[in-house]
């Protein structure tokens, strides 16, 4: 199912957690990224056209300000995150450069999404860009964000940025290989579900476990994310991001996930 669905979709929405970004060392991996691009432009060739949502700007920024790991006051973290930008940014950008692409970043938030003339103007940035041939980036801009403007979780704005762009698939990578009836860092026997059709049931039925130190969502934001993206009859696909060559892993089949299908 999931790799008639990859095949089957013209404009796919990749989002990228903070931990499926970070290498051990804590460190944007460049290598993944690298290795991303690749199976990307892949895709480009074959007709398709992506946009990448991406978490990592505070990961990013500790790598470079780590004096300020232990800090918790908002302005320090929105420093943080303001440094970390220019750094997840500039390795994006390395990462597909290599292939001849360029990238475009595109921060926002709640605020972008609930104004008319904003959702206008997002929606005419994205479709100029893939049109041209650049790949966008979209992440929250934590700079600026406030509770009252913050969207929360890149899970809930790749679903929103799914919607504004019409895509045909969401695919949301994260550090475990999809949605399991328990936490599988907790519990070993836990089983994989590799396809849901009633995220309503799937709230009731399975064990919900604890978001980790670098992200901000857990499986309840992929699950909220998922049945946003399907109220508007987009599927999604969650899958661990870190796999090698996970994009043609997952399309030859090669590679597990969860599917969320209508």
Same mark, same amino acid.
């Not at 790799?3 to 970004?21: H, P």
């Not at 750094?87 to 990238?103: C, H, K, P, T, V």
């Not at 934590?142 to 403007?149: A, H, N, P, R, W």
């Given at each position: 199912m999931i790799?008639?669905?990859?095949?089957?979709?013209? *404009?796919? &929405?990749?989002?990228?957690?903070?931990? /499926?970004?970070a290498g051990n060392d804590g460190r944007i991996n460049s290598?993944?990224?690298?290795?991303?691009?690749?199976?990307? $432009?892949?895709? &480009? *060739? *074959?007709?398709k056209q992506i946009v990448i949502v991406s978490s990592g700007a505070q990961v990013a920024g500790l790598s470079k300000m780590d004096k300020w790991a232990r800090k918790?006051? &908002?302005?320090?973290?929105?420093?943080? %995150?303001?440094?970390g930008q220019v750094?997840?940014?500039?390795?994006?950008?390395?990462?597909?450069?290599?292939?001849?692409? @360029?990238?475009a970043q595109i921060p926002l938030t709640r605020e972008d999404f609930n104004d008319p003339n904003r959702t206008l103007n997002m929606r005419n940035t994205l479709f100029t860009l893939v049109d041209e041939g650049v790949i966008p980036i979209i992440n929250e801009?934590?700079?600026?964000? $406030?509770?009252? &403007?913050k969207i929360g979780d890149? #899970? /809930?704005?790749?679903? @929103?940025?799914?919607?504004?762009?019409?895509?045909?698939?969401?695919?949301?990578?994260?550090?475990? #290989?999809?949605?399991y009836d328990k936490n599988p860092k907790e519990f070993p026997q836990a089983a994989l579900v590799e396809e849901v059709r009633s995220i309503e049931e799937v709230r009731k039925n399975i064990m919900i476990g604890k978001t980790n130190s670098f992200g901000t969502g857990g499986i309840t934001t992929k699950l909220d994310a998922a049945e946003l993206?399907?109220?508007?009859?987009?599927?999604?696909?969650?899958?661990?991001?870190?796999?090698?060559? %996970?994009?043609?892993?997952?399309?030859?089949?090669?590679?597990?996930?969860?599917?969320?299908l209508v």
């Open positions: 790799s008639q669905l990859i095949e089957n979709a013209r *404009k796919i &929405i990749f989002k990228f957690g903070s931990n /499926t970004l290598a993944l990224l690298s290795e991303f691009a690749g199976q990307a $432009v892949e895709l &480009i *060739k *074959k007709g918790q006051d &908002i302005h320090y973290r929105q420093a943080l %995150c303001a440094v750094e997840l940014m500039d390795a994006w950008s390395n990462a597909f450069e290599q292939y001849g692409f @360029r990238i801009n934590d700079t600026v964000s $406030v509770e009252e &403007i890149n #899970d /809930t704005l790749a679903a @929103r940025s799914a919607i504004l762009w019409s895509a045909d698939l969401l695919i949301l990578f994260s550090d475990i #290989d999809g949605l993206a399907l109220s508007y009859g987009i599927a999604a696909i969650l899958a661990h991001g870190g796999r090698p060559r %996970c994009v043609e892993a997952l399309a030859s089949g090669a590679q597990k996930g969860t599917v969320f």
